[in-house]
């Protein structure tokens, strides 16, 4: 095993990679930034050092520096994290020219999804359902009007570099598609460098459930089922969970054999999350490919008993699959909601100093949490500032523990979404497992 | 006279108007970003800008004054 990596990453998830690298006895080197010089990961890390100032292009994407420290401290290998490098071809490209080991998978995989336009056309060579729509870049409003027409709306414009909710909307008409299509481009060429865009048809009423996979650099590819998540705002989750309240169970090994087909197709390694729509009727549509470890890993490591971190490393350092299909079971059902920093009605941003953090202690629940009591968010990343996730043989039980534990969660100083989250966990419809995408547009409607 | 305020903390993104600029009520007057989202703060009155409280870069609180319009 690697005995030191460096962790390319900040809070919640940076102290996450570092508990299981103690585990293994493995030392970590964290990187932070001028904002984060009081974080928790900073003081976890056998070693820590700045890299740059609070913006992420200064610090978290200076990949030049990430690299130095990498070599100056003898980090053998980078753990990524979600989000900032973690699907960046050319920071992987560049690992593996300095023989640093890239824990996730090769540039080549991470270029391939990286284009969700690529995605769309290598899955359906690979004979993984696709939502109707364009595979060919859509160059003008003229053209678009025109597909949406033959399609019929709602349609779904789209970056194909979009991610984390940016670069996507839903268009009803005519009259919207102008101001979307071009807004959107031109906030994706923003943010992502690249403005090219195409169409979705809308899946109505759908649900967002995704399959975790892991697969070795032998071949060996295994699902570890689906987490439903789509309780969203702004095309963000807020509430995950595993199992999904919808799938059947002959709906789950179709989803799962999908996955496992996409990730082949690819030649994958590492752990990897296949993102469906899923209708009412339980036909499932490929949306994207995430190439990397995902924010609401831990419901799926409360249901299978597997640390998907511990299995990255492993596989990253070359080690077989120490397990097969077979050998995976589903174990209760286990729900995250993740703690933003956000006003609770309005959603809006609420950075600030923060004066009492107290997550509640308790059992069948699990924290994965990025700040302290003296921590002050900063307006530079994410809002999510912590994750709470409950868990218990039934769907029922998880959510009791869950609604009890958001109850108890002490965070002073910042508004934090957790009302709203107590509401929606105690509402009918989620209650009753009726989790669409459409979930809080409608909730909201309702309040 | 009106106070034009930040509805939410974050650093002052970009400044889109002047001191002495005529503005239409709809007008975004600046564009604050926080955590990844831009929000655009629209002037709700028409009038001239009186005085601009904030330059790009600066932070904000919820409730701050951004400008002042006559």
Same mark, same amino acid.
């Given at each position: 095993?690697?005995t030191k990596i460096?962790?390319?990453?900040?809070?919640e998830i940076?102290?996450?990679v570092?508990? !299981?690298?103690?585990?293994l006895?493995?030392k970590?080197?964290?990187?932070y930034s *001028?904002?984060?010089?009081?974080?928790?990961f900073v003081?976890?890390?056998?070693e820590?050092?700045?890299?740059g100032g609070?913006?992420v292009n200064?610090s978290?994407?200076?990949?030049?520096?990430i690299?130095?420290v990498?070599?100056d !401290?003898?980090? *053998?290998?980078?753990?990524?994290?979600y989000g900032?490098?973690s699907e /960046?071809?050319?920071f992987?490209?560049?690992?593996?020219?300095e023989?640093?080991?890239?824990i996730?998978p090769?540039?080549?995989?991470?270029?391939?999804?990286?284009s969700k336009?690529?995605a769309?056309q290598t899955?359906?060579?690979a004979g993984?359902p696709?939502?109707?729509?364009? /595979?060919?870049?859509?160059?003008?409003?003229?053209?678009?009007?025109?597909i949406?027409?033959?399609?019929g709306?709602p349609i779904?414009?789209?970056?194909?570099h979009?991610? %984390?909710?940016?670069?996507?909307?839903?268009?009803q008409d005519?009259?919207?598609? +102008?101001?979307?299509?071009?807004?959107?481009?031109?906030r994706a *060429?923003q943010f992502f460098g690249?403005g090219?865009m195409?169409?979705?048809?809308v899946?109505e009423d759908?649900h967002?459930?995704?399959?975790?996979?892991?697969a070795?650099?032998y071949?060996?590819? #295994?699902?570890?089922?689906?987490?439903?998540?789509?309780?969203q705002?702004?095309?963000q989750?807020i509430?995950?969970?595993?199992?999904?309240?919808?799938l059947?169970?002959?709906?789950?090994?179709?989803?799962?054999d999908?996955a496992?087909?996409?990730?082949k197709a690819i030649?994958?390694?590492?752990? %990897?999350?296949?993102?469906f =729509?899923?209708?009412e009727?339980?036909n499932?549509?490929?949306l994207?490919?995430n190439?990397?470890?995902q924010? +609401?890993?831990?419901v799926?490591?409360?249901?299978?008993?597997i640390?998907?971190?511990?299995e990255q490393?492993?596989i990253a350092?070359g080690?077989?699959?120490s397990?097969?299909q077979?050998? =995976?079971t589903?174990?209760?059902h286990?729900?995250e909601?993740?703690?933003?920093a956000?006003?609770?009605k309005?959603f809006f941003p609420?950075?600030?100093?923060?004066?009492?953090f /107290?997550?509640p202690i308790?059992?069948?629940?699990?924290?994965d #949490?990025?700040?302290n009591?003296?921590?002050?968010?900063?307006?530079?990343?994410d809002?999510?500032?912590?994750?709470l996730?409950a868990?218990?043989?039934?769907r029922?039980?998880?959510? /009791?523990?869950l609604?009890?534990?958001l109850?108890d969660?002490?965070?002073?100083?910042?508004?934090?979404?957790?009302?709203f989250?107590?509401?929606v966990?105690?509402s009918?419809?989620?209650n009753?497992?009726?989790?669409?995408?459409s979930?809080i547009q409608?909730f909201?409607?309702?309040? | 006279?009106t106070?034009?305020?930040?509805?939410?903390?974050?650093?002052?993104?970009?400044v889109?108007?002047n001191?002495?600029?005529?503005?239409d009520?709809s007008?975004?007057v600046v564009i604050?970003?926080?955590m990844k989202?831009?929000?655009?703060i629209?002037a709700?009155v028409?009038g001239?800008?009186?005085e601009?409280?904030?330059?790009?870069?600066?932070?904000v609180?919820?409730?701050?004054?951004?400008?002042?319009?006559?």
């Open positions: 095993m690697f460096l962790i390319a990453n900040r809070g940076a102290s996450r570092i508990r !299981t690298c103690h585990n006895n493995i970590t080197v964290a990187i *001028e904002a984060d010089f009081e974080a928790p003081k976890e890390a056998d820590s050092f700045l890299i609070p913006k200064e978290y994407l200076n990949v030049d520096e690299v130095k990498a070599k !401290t003898g980090a *053998e290998a980078v753990h990524p994290g900032l490098l /960046n071809t050319d992987a490209k560049r690992l593996e020219a023989g640093i080991v890239f996730g090769d540039s080549g995989a991470i270029n391939k999804m990286g336009l690529t769309r899955m359906e060579n993984v696709i939502i109707p729509g364009t /595979n060919e870049p859509v160059e003008s409003v003229e053209v678009a009007r025109k949406a027409n033959d399609i709306y779904m414009v789209k970056a194909s979009g991610g %984390g909710g940016i670069g996507m909307q839903i268009v005519g009259t919207e598609l +102008e101001k979307a299509f071009e807004s959107n481009s031109r *060429e690249n090219t195409f169409i979705e048809k899946i759908a967002h459930v995704e399959i975790q996979i892991l070795d650099q071949g060996n590819t #295994v699902h570890l089922f689906e987490r439903e998540c789509s309780i705002r702004r095309h989750k509430i995950e969970e595993a199992p999904s309240p919808l059947s169970e002959s709906t789950r090994q179709h989803m799962g999908a496992i087909k996409a990730a030649h994958y390694k590492n752990a %990897g999350t296949i993102e =729509l899923v209708d009727s339980q499932f549509y490929f994207e490919m190439t990397r470890l924010v +609401e890993h831990p799926t490591e409360q249901i299978t008993g640390d998907l971190v511990e490393l492993k350092y080690e077989k699959l397990f097969s077979k050998d =995976l589903i174990n209760g286990a729900i909601a993740r703690i933003y956000e006003d609770p309005t609420s950075p600030g100093q923060i004066t009492a /107290n997550p308790g059992t069948n629940i699990r924290h #949490v990025g700040v009591s003296d921590y002050k968010v900063t307006p530079y990343y809002p999510m500032i912590a994750k996730i868990y218990g043989e039934t029922s039980e998880a959510i /009791n523990y609604i009890d534990a109850i969660y002490e965070v002073e100083g910042i508004k934090t979404n957790i009302p989250l107590i509401d966990a105690k009918k419809a989620f009753e497992g009726d989790t669409r995408t979930f409608e909201m409607i309702k309040q | 006279m106070e034009v305020k930040a509805n939410m903390a974050g650093n002052v993104w970009k889109l108007v001191e002495g600029d005529s503005i009520s007008q975004d604050l970003e926080s989202m831009e929000i655009p629209a709700e028409s001239t800008v009186k601009l409280k904030v330059k790009e870069e600066d932070f609180n919820e409730g701050d004054v951004i400008a002042i319009i006559e």
